[in-house]
């Protein structure tokens, strides 16, 4: 059967498509996964698939084998919790380094971002969530002034395990009042208090994830 797809970003809903899939227990740690096959059942091109399955192998949820092909990783709490803890510490570690120093623009563009997100989370647009979410934080992590450490965060994932972060969850708007904190904490330029609401921020994204790739094995294994 095929399945719908918007023609907006081919690449990010077919990597949402997949990483959906293997977060909920659907796709099987080790299943391979056929650029053609997965294509099909899209209505894409191989491209985009190709571009998707890149990306996934970044988050570490695919592992892409010259001349074997692409097969999905083992994810399990250990691997969610290394992935969110990184994430946590290269965070904090631009706040100590920069957010005393944060720009006056720095602040008006988290301010922007997040009446953006609300307004996201009003019109129950998800993607469009993630993509604001991704960029208040992305001030945070520009406030060090640290391009090894950008580049880093990036390698990390943030913007596609933002992504799956916002979809587990069903009330959009916990993503805009869980952020008013930070942004007054940056205001306050208070380096401290962000590394503690931030370490706090991402535990509680962690468990989300656990909770909700639990909650999808329990659902595959369960009889028909």
């Known amino acids: 059967m095929e399945v719908a797809i918007h023609k907006e970003k081919f690449s990010n809903q077919v990597c949402k498509y997949i990483q959906d899939k293997i977060i909920s ?42 001349y074997s092909g692409c097969f999905v990783l083992p994810v399990d709490e250990k691997r969610l919790h290394q992935i969110y803890t990184l994430r946590s510490i290269l965070e904090c570690f631009a706040a100590r380094e920069g957010l005393a120093q944060i720009t006056d623009e720095g602040l008006a563009a988290m301010e922007t971002a997040l009446h953006q997100m609300d307004a996201a989370a009003d019109g129950g647009d998800r993607a469009e969530l993630a993509r604001c979410d991704v960029l208040f934080h992305s001030v945070i992590v520009a406030s060090a002034r640290n391009e090894i450490l ?71 294994s369960e009889p028909s």
Do not use: C
Request: glycine letters at 8%.
């Open 150 to 220: 950008e580049r880093m965060w990036k390698l990390v994932g943030a913007p596609q395990w933002t992504s799956v972060t916002i979809g587990v969850h069903e009330d959009m708007h916990y993503f805009p009042d869980s952020h008013r904190r930070l942004l007054e904490l940056a205001r306050a330029r208070d380096p401290e208090g962000m590394v503690a609401e931030l370490e706090a921020h991402f535990n509680v994204a962690k468990e989300m994830v656990v909770s909700a790739m639990k909650k999808g094995q329990e659902d595959v």
């Open 25 to 66: 227990g659907e796709l099987k740690s080790g299943e391979r996964l056929i650029e053609t096959k997965v294509a099909r059942e899209l209505g894409v091109s191989q491209s985009p698939v190709r571009e998707a399955l890149r990306e996934l192998e970044v988050m570490g949820l695919v592992e892409i084998k010259p």
